[in-house]
């Protein structure tokens, strides 16, 4: 197995649940770019979410280091050069955000520098999620939206009222044109049809002249299901929902436990 690339996570895998970043994963990572493999942040995040994690590796703001963003429909340089992107359309946002009202769920629109809410009454998981990924939260009304370019959309609400709307039959209305995942217990997301974390980490792939067998991909979530199927060598964490782990090919230790230093150096050794 020749490992090139290494595809991780943020939440729940590269760090704790307290965020951390543990010296462990620091120095496993740093073992593997020394013996030259490339480490890419693969995250439903943006990138402003994910550069104190990228500046604490080293790999902020360069043009030769990458991250894949918002589950995929966007893949970038950590200096911010856009090599791939691919948002929703506003037919899309305004039948998404007509779901939400029906349900009664929190709803939040996400471009490339800004949240936006159409609900005046801001959720806690939108203020947290504000924090969490560095990005300031504004109110526009949906038809101010129209002029607003959107990468993805979420439903963020607490977790047993999500899942218990998540059954509904709109959500199925939908399918043929977002692609829906779980990200975290209190986010369900919307990208555009055909957008995953794993077509995005195909993009980078494809853009640095790898191949998918060169490729391990380590995650936890059910949005990462997707780019571990795609890896020649998929990990989920010990902490992994079930659908996850069903993909991989390894199981590693939970994120309190190191994980991603467990893999890494199974890989490196």
């Keep these: 197995m020749t490992i090139k690339l ?20 620091r120095q496993a990572i740093q073992r593997a770019r020394h013996k030259g493999k490339k480490v890419v942040i693969c995250t439903g995040r943006p990138l402003a979410g994910a550069k104190s994690y990228l500046s604490a590796l080293g790999l902020d703001q360069t043009d030769d280091e990458y991250v894949v963003s918002y589950n995929g429909a966007v893949v970038e340089t950590t200096s911010g050069q856009v090599i791939f992107k691919k948002g929703l359309d506003y037919a899309e946002y305004l039948d998404l955000e007509t779901i939400s009202r029906k349900l009664k769920l929190h709803f939040q629109a996400v471009g490339l520098k800004r949240i936006y809410t ?7 998981w939108t203020l ?21 370019p959107i990468i993805k959309c979420m ?46 980490l195909a993009q980078l792939t494809q853009h640095l002249g790898l191949t998918a067998d060169e490729v391990m991909a380590i ?49 490196l050794a």
């Design 6 to 25: 290494m595809a991780i996570d943020i939440d729940g895998t590269l760090v704790n649940a307290r965020k951390e970043l543990t010296p462990a994963v």
């Design 118 to 124: 159409a609900n005046r009454d801001i959720g806690k």
């Design 128 to 148: 947290y999620n504000s924090r969490i990924v560095d990005l300031g939260v504004s109110y526009r009304t949906t038809d101010e939206m129209r002029a607003i």
């Design 155 to 200: 439903f963020v609400d607490d977790p047993e009222y999500l899942d218990e709307r998540l059954t509904s039959p709109l959500f199925q209305t939908m399918a043929s044109r977002v692609i829906f995942s779980k990200t975290e217990p209190f986010y369900y997301e919307a990208t555009a049809a055909g957008v995953t974390k794993g077509t995005g």
């Design 219 to 267: 995650g936890d979530e059910a949005n990462d299901a997707t780019m571990i199927r795609y890896a020649g060598y998929g990990v989920a964490m010990g902490n992994a929902v079930p659908v996850t782990k069903a993909e991989a090919d390894f199981i590693t230790a939970d994120c309190e436990h190191d994980g991603v230093a467990v893999a890494i150096n199974r890989v």
